[in-house]
């Protein structure tokens, strides 16, 4: 599975030169969908964040090098094809090397019997291994100096040092462990997400920490639903994510997916104020066999950097409407990124 990503290097000198860099890095192959966030206040309004959307964007150059896309050269359109005007963007840098956590649903419903819950299983054919996979091979390849680990909650076997978590392998840059380790991702327990993450934060913090703090830091969490409640809440979360620094990730798929036909609200709109508020992302698939391309998109932000927008949707802001758009590269409008999100509640 292993793959290669050509990295190209290039010396000039003067404006000319300056010139050239420019237009090699605008080059853009292929953009990518990370994530879409409307803001917890979209269907207010009177709040200033009435039909506020984050929009995080990856993309791949020419030689297939992760880069993140020049937004100059990127439209966002609704489905009817009207601009969606861009208030804010916020270029997030990649790096060479770092800690990168990857924690993953193991909980019951991920294959349950048909039947057992409503949207169960999310992954009878266990979809999720391949994106693992696919993530930490990636990562291996654009990044061969990413220090990676691979978790899970919901299982009943507890790794010592964990309340609510399993891990599958420790910190290592060799991406075939966690290759190998996803073969193993099982499930059986509950959903204590906030906890797990938790546990996982500390791990990533103290471990990159240990390091020297040099490169770049991040933990990407792949859930189908909402946490049990037992625990920690997700505002304490999102506060110790901040406190520590660190970008958190969120993967909806099943009932946690946004445009499920089961989705789950809570599930849904607790992962992306999770995102939303420690700067992350908020990605869902609606079929779980698009996981493992969302997998390597994310894997290739880590190295290449993404940018985020927020733009304001200019159709009337509802509660509970399905939305659709595209991003758009203009210097080649057949790449395009669709999408789709749901006006929060009130």
């Given amino acids: 599975m292993r793959r290669e990503v050509l990295l190209l290097g290039m010396?000039?000198?003067g404006v000319a030169g300056c010139e050239l860099i420019d237009t090699i890095l605008d080059a853009i192959s292929d953009l990518s969908l990370l994530g879409v966030m409307p803001d917890p206040e979209f269907s207010?309004?009177?709040?200033k964040n009435n039909g506020k959307v984050r929009i995080a964007i990856g993309a791949v150059d020419d030689s297939f090098v992760p880069?993140?896309?020049?937004?100059?050269k990127i439209r966002i359109e609704t489905?009817?094809?009207?601009?969606?005007?861009?208030?804010?963007?916020?270029?997030?840098?990649?790096d060479e090397f770092g800690h990168f956590?990857?924690?993953?649903?193991g909980s019951g419903s991920v294959e349950a019997p048909p039947g057992a819950c409503d949207g169960c299983p999310s992954d009878p054919s266990r979809i999720r291994?391949?994106?693992?996979?696919?993530l930490a091979d990636a990562l291996g390849a654009c990044g061969?100096?990413?220090?990676?680990s691979l978790f899970e909650f919901g299982l009943y076997n507890i790794s010592n040092g964990f309340d609510y978590t399993y891990r599958h392998t420790n910190w290592t840059t060799d991406s075939d462990e966690v290759v190998d380790a996803a073969n193993n991702l099982g499930s059986e327990g509950g959903t204590f997400i906030w906890d797990s993450t938790w546990e996982v934060l500390d791990k990533l913090s103290s471990a990159h920490g240990n390091d020297g703090g040099e490169g770049g830091i991040g933990i990407v969490v792949l859930s189908d639903g909402a946490d049990l409640g037992y625990g920690r809440t997700v505002d304490q979360l999102i506060g110790h994510a901040n406190e520590l620094g660190v970008r958190v990730h969120t993967v909806g798929f099943g009932n946690a997916a946004d445009g499920n036909d089961f989705q789950d609200r809570n599930a849904v709109e607790d992962l992306q104020r999770l995102a939303l508020e420690t700067g992350g992302y908020y990605g869902f698939v609606s079929d779980v066999k698009e996981l493992p391309d969302l997998g390597e998109a994310i894997a290739y932000a880590q190295c290449g950097g993404h940018s985020q927008l927020v733009v304001t949707w200019p159709e009337e802001a509802e509660e509970g409407r399905e939305y659709?758009?595209?991003?758009?590269?203009?210097?080649?409008?057949?790449i395009q990124a669709p999408f789709t999100f749901t006006g929060p509640r009130k």
């Avoid at 061969?144 to 990676?148: E, R, S, T, V």
Wanted: hydrophobic share 35%; no cysteine; charged share 40%.
């Fill in 11 to 13: 010396l000039t000198t």
């Fill in 44 to 47: 207010v309004p009177d709040s």
């Fill in 67 to 72: 880069i993140k896309p020049a937004v100059k």
């Fill in 79 to 94: 489905d009817e094809g009207e601009e969606v005007p861009v208030d804010e963007v916020e270029e997030v840098e990649g």
């Fill in 101 to 105: 956590a990857i924690l993953v649903d």
């Fill in 129 to 134: 291994v391949e994106a693992v996979q696919e």
């Fill in 144 to 148: 061969p100096d990413w220090n990676q």
């Fill in 324 to 334: 659709d758009g595209r991003i758009v590269y203009e210097d080649n409008e057949a």
